[in-house]
């Protein structure tokens, strides 16, 4: 017995005319019958009454089954339309883990934009540090991540470069190194500092070379938001360590200086990762194609 066979037996019963049958299900009348006869020789007894289905008469047994067959026709029939509305993106999920600057920055006006186009769409976004995120697309958690990392390489991730996010120290325009015309790394040994939590790339990236050029950091204020260590920085708490992505409007307005980080090595950038060997559904499909061309 097969999804088949049990079609062709609830239409026969509903449109009374093998003909009819033939029409509904885009198969010809000879194999109508050929459906109808393999199904009763499978279940071992017989669902009408007659042979030749001239006179479509149910058998108690064909009664009964009858009942059960129309439900799972039906669900068939629901899970064939809810797959084809999967196909043309009327609905479907997608899950991002995000960390803080392209959640911030990129992520959220993207996923707005491709919010309006499809309404049905569910997404979900997981803002966290970049090892949090990679463990949770690994573990099928998450669909994609985007995150901010040097030199990225994991044998069991596709990994895209989407653009550069280079580091900058940013302070405000009144501390004292602001108007010099360039830094070197002693000329922040001791200087108040508002810094990133201890799980950041950002952190990790800035400590390194704080080491290696004998800094002395003096860690004022530690936050995991962008958008409260620029606050900080503005209310002159210390200077930061920022993308240089997220302050160019506060650049431009005078409300922070900027200068680049002395003898810096590191060359930062956002990636698009995600499971070679998960399954791309449609939505995932255009979610990396807009993506990549935004």
């Given at each position: 017995?097969?999804?088949?066979?049990?079609?062709?037996?609830?239409?026969?019963?509903?449109?009374?005319?093998?003909?009819?049958?033939?029409?509904?299900?885009?198969?010809?009348?000879?194999?109508?019958?050929?459906?109808?006869?393999?199904?009763?020789?499978?279940?071992?007894?017989?669902?009408?009454?007659?042979?030749?289905?001239?006179?479509?008469?149910?058998?108690?047994?064909?009664?009964?089954?009858?009942?059960?067959?129309?439900?799972?026709?039906?669900?068939?029939?629901?899970?064939?339309?809810?797959?084809?509305?999967?196909?043309?993106?009327?609905?479907?999920?997608?899950?991002?883990g995000s960390t803080h600057t392209p959640a911030t920055y990129i992520i959220t006006p993207f996923l707005s934009q491709l919010n309006k186009e499809y309404k049905d769409l569910t997404l979900i976004?997981?803002?966290?540090?970049?090892?949090?995120?990679?463990?949770?697309?690994?573990?099928?958690?998450?669909?994609?991540?985007?995150?901010?990392?040097?030199?990225?390489?994991?044998?069991?991730?596709?990994?895209?470069?989407?653009?550069?996010?280079?580091?900058?120290?940013?302070?405000?325009?009144?501390?004292?190194?602001?108007?010099?015309?360039?830094?070197?790394?002693s000329d922040l040994s001791g200087q108040p500092l508002v810094h990133h939590e201890v799980e950041s790339v950002s952190r990790k990236l800035f400590d390194k070379w704080a080491k290696k050029h004998n800094i002395a950091l003096n860690i004022k204020m530690?936050?995991?938001?962008?958008?409260?260590?620029?606050e900080a920085v503005k209310h002159e708490m210390g200077y930061g360590i920022l993308s240089e992505n997220i302050v160019s409007w506060e650049l431009q307005n005078g409300e922070l200086s900027m200068h680049p980080i002395p003898e810096w090595e590191y060359q930062r950038q956002i990636f698009l990762i995600r499971r070679k060997d998960k399954l791309i559904t449609p939505a995932m499909q255009l979610f990396m194609d807009r993506l990549r061309s935004n």
């Open positions: 017995m097969n999804l088949q066979q049990l079609k062709v037996f609830v239409y026969t019963v509903k449109y009374k005319k093998l003909y009819l049958v033939a029409n509904k299900l885009g198969i010809r009348q000879p194999t109508v019958t050929f459906h109808l006869n393999k199904l009763q020789e499978e279940l071992g007894v017989p669902l009408f009454f007659t042979k030749s289905y001239h006179t479509i008469q149910l058998t108690e047994a064909g009664d009964s089954l009858y009942h059960y067959a129309q439900n799972i026709i039906y669900q068939s029939d629901e899970i064939e339309d809810l797959m084809e509305e999967f196909k043309g993106l009327k609905t479907g999920s997608i899950s991002i976004l997981d803002v966290n540090t970049s090892s949090v995120i990679i463990d949770k697309v690994k573990q099928f958690q998450l669909d994609f991540g985007i995150i901010t990392e040097v030199n990225l390489k994991d044998e069991e991730l596709e990994i895209i470069t989407l653009q550069k996010d280079a580091l900058v120290i940013v302070m405000h325009p009144n501390h004292a190194l602001a108007n010099k015309q360039s830094l070197t790394p530690q936050t995991s938001g962008s958008e409260a260590m620029k």
